[in-house]
């Protein structure tokens, strides 16, 4: 082997997308684009956080036969990696009886090193400490002469472990990463990043992996800031790619050379990216062989089909209509339009034999009682059962498309509407949806395998919101105006803001506290809910986890005084419609 010179390296960082549990698959991947890397000059490569087993593999590290088997593929990897690039491979690791989320440095077919990572989030989606044990503070890895610092992704969230490696003599930092997507996380990265450079005055290179793992979504965006805080290297969002990098040691320090400086999307692109994703990989990645789903007519249907469709393309979507007696000409004219730009199957199947079918069962028993929602329950539960049926005989899953704001309050229909195995835009608030609509309008996003142009008919997102489940209705007639409810919603759940401060938002006090009790009696039906993809940081189910059985309920006057309290920092949104907080 050849060892290059000590003042120069060229570094490989392999932006990924793992398959958690397919540690076979995963490895072979290393083998793969090790190769590609060695035939690019490349003296080492690096890949994400424990991408031999996927990230996160929640307790599956509790499975003995699982962390044997991840610690068994490196070691038997090792030999066949005597000539050539050494790599930087995360995994899970046992070690004295303890299983540690860890990084080995390969190199001349032998394990050179293992560090293992210091800080365990145990927050929001992170539950580390409950399934690995944490590592001791480290010191750099030697790579042919050169000390590398190998934090491990919260590893570089506070400053002790990049302190400890610049004091052990670290002369670069390189961070495999498994960072979840959020509408804010882009920034608040690269703020971390810049804050531990500052620190230490050392580069630092951060490798994020990239992909869908049930709720959570990777949007990869991977980069490297020299001792500056200057960009070399930029990445791109949303897609596997791996690029070598070339370092320098000039003087004390080392830099790397300029590189690609992707742009990132951000935004209201960055949302849609990260629900197309988060979609493709849970039906691919699960084996199933396309998506069903209802197309209503209306706003958030039309934009999981055509999620669907850019996700997995339109052979692998089928749509149905699912009309009954209050199902509008409009709507059913918007569904058509919508399947027809689209390009996918559309079918209609009327409910209207097995709806009343159920009112017939049910008959004698109602019998003396007035139609409500019972009634109403019946058409969107003959729906699912459709909906299910189909799935089951073609082998599609069923996709369901209730937005946040919905979720929030309880305004859909337990094993009617809310049946399928996953939802796109569950972490999208009926705001959110309209302008992400809207968006994917003006916009192909990269990757996209559907149609360019208006694929959103342009009555669906001008006309009111209904359900049709009864002459006339419409959203407004149970919610408030969307604009209001949402603003309500992201304090309650976002920002935890108290009734107070929320009135204060100019919002009426009686409609803040009947959204206060909607959202609390919901918790029952968010919990048998379809998984979702989260893409904010108060997602229901992994960050946001509320008692079904809750009683506690806030009052608008202020509390009394009971010893001195530090007041929590909170960051409060402008409001949807653009009003200022008051």
Request: hydrophobic share 40%.
């Given at each position: 082997?050849?060892?290059?010179?000590?003042?120069?390296?060229?570094?490989?960082?392999?932006?990924?997308?793992?398959?958690?549990?397919?540690?076979?698959?995963?490895?072979?991947?290393?083998?793969?684009?090790?190769?590609?890397?060695?035939?690019?000059?490349?003296?080492?490569?690096?890949?994400?956080?424990?991408?031999?087993?996927?990230?996160?593999?929640?307790?599956?590290?509790?499975?003995?036969?699982?962390?044997?088997?991840?610690?068994?593929?490196?070691?038997?990897?090792?030999?066949?990696?005597?000539?050539?690039?050494?790599?930087?491979?995360?995994?899970?690791?046992?070690?004295?009886?303890?299983?540690?989320?860890?990084?080995?440095?390969?190199?001349?077919?032998?394990?050179?090193?293992?560090?293992?990572?210091?800080?365990?989030?145990?927050?929001?989606?992170?539950?580390?400490?409950?399934?690995?044990?944490?590592?001791?503070?480290?010191?750099?890895?030697?790579?042919?002469?050169?000390?590398?610092?190998?934090?491990?992704?919260?590893?570089?969230?506070?400053?002790?472990?990049?302190?400890?490696?610049?004091?052990?003599?670290?002369?670069?930092?390189?961070?495999?990463?498994?960072?979840?997507?959020?509408?804010?996380?882009?920034?608040?990265?690269?703020?971390?990043?810049?804050?531990?450079?500052?620190?230490?005055?050392?580069?630092?290179?951060?490798?994020?992996?990239?992909?869908?793992?049930?709720?959570?979504?990777?949007?990869?965006?991977?980069?490297?800031l020299n001792a500056d805080a200057s960009m070399a290297i930029q990445l791109p969002a949303w897609r596997e790619e791996t690029v070598v990098t070339d370092w320098?040691?000039?003087?004390?320090?080392?830099?790397?050379?300029?590189?690609?400086?992707?742009?990132?999307?951000?935004?209201?692109?960055?949302?849609?990216?990260?629900?197309?994703?988060?979609?493709?990989?849970?039906?691919?990645?699960?084996?199933?062989?396309?998506?069903?789903?209802?197309?209503?007519?209306?706003?958030?249907?039309?934009?999981?089909?055509?999620?669907?469709?850019?996700?997995?393309?339109?052979?692998?979507?089928?749509?149905?209509?699912?009309?009954?007696?209050?199902?509008?000409?409009?709507?059913?004219?918007?569904?058509?339009?919508?399947?027809?730009?689209?390009?996918?199957?559309?079918?209609?199947?009327?409910?209207?034999?097995?709806?009343?079918?159920?009112?017939?069962?049910?008959?004698?028993?109602?019998?003396?009682?007035?139609?409500?929602?019972t009634e109403e329950n019946l058409q969107s539960r003959a729906r699912g059962t459709i909906l299910m049926a189909i799935s089951n005989k073609f082998g599609y899953?069923?996709?369901?498309?209730?937005?946040?704001?919905?979720?929030?309050?309880?305004?859909?229909?337990?094993?009617?509407?809310?049946?399928?195995?996953?939802?796109?835009?569950?972490?999208?608030?009926?705001?959110?949806?309209?302008?992400?609509?809207?968006?994917?309008?003006?916009?192909?996003?990269?990757?996209?395998?559907?149609?360019?142009?208006?694929?959103?008919?342009?009555?669906?997102?001008?006309?009111?919101?209904?359900?049709?489940?009864?002459?006339?209705?419409?959203?407004?007639?149970?919610?408030?105006?969307?604009?209001?409810?949402?603003?309500?919603?992201?304090?309650?759940?976002?920002?935890?803001?108290?009734?107070?401060?929320?009135?204060?938002?100019?919002?009426?006090?009686?409609?803040?506290?009947?959204?206060?009790?909607?959202?609390?009696?919901?918790?029952?039906?968010?919990?048998?809910?379809?998984?979702?993809?989260?893409?904010?940081?108060?997602?229901?189910?992994?960050?946001?986890?509320?008692?079904?059985?809750?009683?506690?309920?806030?009052?608008?006057?202020?509390?009394?005084?009971?010893?001195?309290?530090?007041?929590?920092?909170?960051?409060?949104?402008?409001?949807?419609?653009?009003?200022?907080?008051?």
């Amino acid at each position: 082997m050849t060892t290059p010179a000590s003042d120069r390296l060229r570094i490989a960082f392999a932006q990924l997308n793992p398959v958690v549990g397919a540690i076979d698959a995963n490895i072979d991947r290393v083998r793969e684009v090790r190769a590609e890397a060695a035939d690019q000059g490349a003296d080492l490569v690096v890949f994400p956080e424990l991408f031999v087993t996927g990230y996160p593999p929640e307790d599956l590290v509790l499975k003995p036969a699982f962390v044997r088997a991840a610690r068994q593929a490196v070691e038997q990897l090792a030999p066949e990696f005597d000539d050539g690039p050494g790599v930087i491979l995360p995994t899970v690791w046992p070690e004295d009886g303890k299983v540690y989320n860890a990084i080995v440095l390969i190199d001349d077919g032998r394990i050179q090193a293992v560090r293992h990572k210091v800080d365990l989030p145990n927050y929001g989606v992170f539950d580390e400490k409950r399934v690995f044990a944490q590592g001791p503070l480290p010191g750099p890895v030697v790579f042919r002469g050169v000390r590398i610092g190998v934090p491990i992704c919260e590893d570089i969230w506070t400053d002790e472990v990049c302190e400890c490696l610049e004091e052990s003599g670290a002369e670069f930092f390189i961070v495999p990463n498994g960072s979840p997507f959020d509408w804010k996380k882009p920034d608040v990265r690269m703020n971390i990043a810049v804050a531990r450079i500052k620190e230490t005055g050392l580069p630092l290179a951060y490798l994020n992996q990239l992909g869908g793992q049930d709720e959570l979504v990777f949007d990869g965006a991977s980069f490297v800031l020299n001792a500056d805080a200057s960009m070399a290297i930029q990445l791109p969002a949303w897609r596997e790619e791996t690029v070598v990098t070339d370092w320098r040691r000039e003087g004390d320090g080392w830099v790397c050379g300029t590189g690609e400086r992707a742009v990132v999307p951000e935004g209201d692109g960055a949302a849609y990216m990260a629900c197309m994703l988060g979609l493709r990989d849970y039906v691919n990645k699960n084996g199933f062989p396309g998506v069903v789903l209802g197309l209503s007519g209306g706003i958030d249907s039309a934009l999981v089909a055509a999620l669907s469709v850019d996700a997995l393309g339109a052979d692998r979507v089928h749509c149905v209509m699912l009309p009954y007696q209050y199902t509008s000409e409009e709507s059913l004219a918007d569904a058509a339009g919508c399947a027809t730009a689209l390009g996918m199957r559309y079918d209609v199947v009327p409910i209207k034999e097995p709806v009343e079918g159920f009112e017939h069962a049910l008959s004698e028993m109602f019998k003396g009682l007035k139609p409500d929602v019972t009634e109403e329950n019946l058409q969107s539960r003959a729906r699912g059962t459709i909906l299910m049926a189909i799935s089951n005989k073609f082998g599609y899953m069923v996709v369901t498309t209730g937005n946040k704001s919905e979720m929030s309050v309880g305004y859909a229909t337990l094993y009617g509407d809310m049946n399928g195995g996953f939802n796109p835009i569950k972490d999208l608030y009926k705001t959110e949806v309209y302008r992400i609509a809207a968006w994917r309008n003006r916009n192909l996003p990269e990757g996209a395998m559907g149609p360019e142009g208006t694929v959103i008919p342009e009555n669906i997102l001008t006309k009111a919101p209904t359900a049709e489940l009864r002459e006339g209705q419409t959203d407004q007639d149970s919610l408030p105006e969307y604009h209001v409810l949402d603003d309500i919603l992201m304090c309650l759940v976002e920002y935890e803001m108290p009734i107070g401060e929320i009135v204060a938002r100019q919002h009426d006090p009686e409609t803040v506290k009947r959204i206060e009790r909607l959202l609390y009696i919901a918790e029952y039906k968010r919990r048998q809910s379809a998984p979702g993809v989260k893409i904010s940081s108060r997602n229901f189910g992994r960050d946001r986890r509320y008692p079904i059985t809750n009683k506690f309920r806030e009052t608008l006057e202020p509390p009394a005084e009971i010893g001195t309290t530090a007041e929590v920092p909170r960051q409060v949104p402008p409001r949807p419609d653009g009003g200022e907080v008051a």
